[in-house]
């Protein structure tokens, strides 16, 4: 996770809200889908590698449970972002590294594949028009097609 201000190095408040929530991702409610956190502030010897030196960035590495790709995985940032959606006004949470980016890839895939079978479902429909020419013969072999898968 990279939590960032733009336009000035991050405010007292700011490391406060990232100390609380850094707090709840060690809860026992936490403990299925959080293996490790690393952050300043739980080891302040690591400071100096996860914050920048100028202020207006930190770093906070937390250990997944479950692997990526996973479903478990994809559950885990889903509620992490929505978590990171109540972070104050100016500061900006990001979701970095292999689970966000596969949990983004996976709802990805999942929305092209919608999309997709949309439009093979309607370029079928439009072949087998032109074949029958027309408006219900086209139907009969896909409602056979359909009735098969179920």
């Given at each position: 996770m990279a939590f960032s201000r733009a336009d000035r190095p991050l405010t007292v408040a700011d490391d406060a809200?990232?100390?609380?929530?850094?707090?709840?991702?060690?809860?026992?409610?936490?403990?299925?889908?959080?293996?490790?956190?690393?952050?300043?502030?739980?080891?302040?010897?690591?400071?100096?590698?996860?914050?920048?030196?100028?202020?207006?960035a930190d770093l906070v590495v937390v250990g997944f449970a479950s692997s990526p790709f996973s479903t478990a995985n994809n559950a885990t940032v889903a509620l992490l972002r929505h978590q990171l959606a109540g972070a104050p006004a100016g500061l900006a949470p990001h979701l970095t590294g292999v689970a966000g980016l596969a949990a983004d890839q996976a709802t990805s895939l999942m929305s092209s594949f919608e999309r997709a079978a949309l439009i093979t479902v309607v370029l079928v429909l439009a072949i087998l028009f032109l074949v029958y020419r027309s408006a219900l013969a086209p139907l009969v072999p896909l409602v056979t097609i359909g009735a098969a898968y179920l």
């Open positions: 809200w990232i100390a609380r929530w850094v707090t709840g991702l060690k809860t026992p409610a936490m403990r299925d889908q959080i293996t490790s956190v690393q952050s300043d502030t739980t080891d302040p010897l690591l400071a100096s590698e996860l914050r920048a030196r100028d202020g207006r």
